[in-house]
């Protein structure tokens, strides 16, 4: 079933991540995290998001590098490409659709495991960067899959795919209070339109 509900396109994996992505929203709103995709045959991607009361910054290097920064207090939105020095900005409308883990980072530390969760075995628990996890396993046609569940705040912050197609994601960095947005970036650098 698909509808469509604010910018994206409802359908059932969409909305149990929307489900997931709030839930972790609600208690996670200052924190810097940062974490690895490393898929077969694709270029590997790097991601990072950091979040205060003050405004959202998101980053992908990957091919090139492009971040896309959101200022709460003054109600305007960037989408930056890092290696022009160039952008745009356009107005919030709507700053709670700013706020909370971006599209992107939820889709990869949430979207496997709330996508799959009723197909889950839960195989024993361990640490991942000093965080205590819950590990699950899913079984399918041609592969396995492996997630590390923060046990606090329900993110995967490790996954592993093997079989015919394999890829792993990883957090470099995960750190919740203390996160200062502002200097991340210097909007001066860049030429916005």
């Known amino acids: 079933m698909i509808t469509r509900q604010g910018r994206y396109i409802m359908n059932d994996r969409t909305a149990a991540l ?7 929203d609600s208690k996670l709103t200052n924190y810097r995290i940062s974490f690895v995709l490393d898929a077969q045959g694709q270029e590997k991607y790097y991601f990072t ?12 290097r990957g091919n090139g ?4 920064y959101a200022d709460f207090v003054n109600g ?6 890092a290696d022009k020095k160039c952008g745009e900005k356009f107005p919030i409308d709507v700053v709670e659709e700013f706020k909370g ?4 980072t939820a ?3 949430l979207f496997m495991y709330e996508g799959s969760k009723n197909d889950m075995k839960k195989i024993g628990n361990e640490k991942v960067m ?4 819950a590990v699950y396993s899913h079984s399918f046609s041609n592969g396995d899959m492996k997630f590390w569940i923060d046990n ?3 993110l995967a912050l490790k996954y592993e795919q093997t079989g015919s197609q394999t890829a792993k994601m990883y957090v470099t960095e995960f750190t919740v209070g203390g996160v200062t947005v502002t200097g991340m970036i210097d909007l001066n650098e860049y030429d916005i339109g």
């Open 152 to 154: 606090e705040y329900g």
């Open 101 to 104: 883990l971006a599209f992107h």
């Open 18 to 24: 929307m489900k997931a992505k709030s839930k972790v």
């Open 107 to 109: 889709g990869h530390l």
């Open 65 to 68: 590098r492009t971040i896309d």
């Open 49 to 60: 998001q950091a979040t205060d009361s003050k405004a959202t910054f998101f980053e992908l």
């Open 130 to 133: 000093g965080r205590d996890t």
């Open 76 to 81: 305007m939105a960037y989408e930056l490409d």
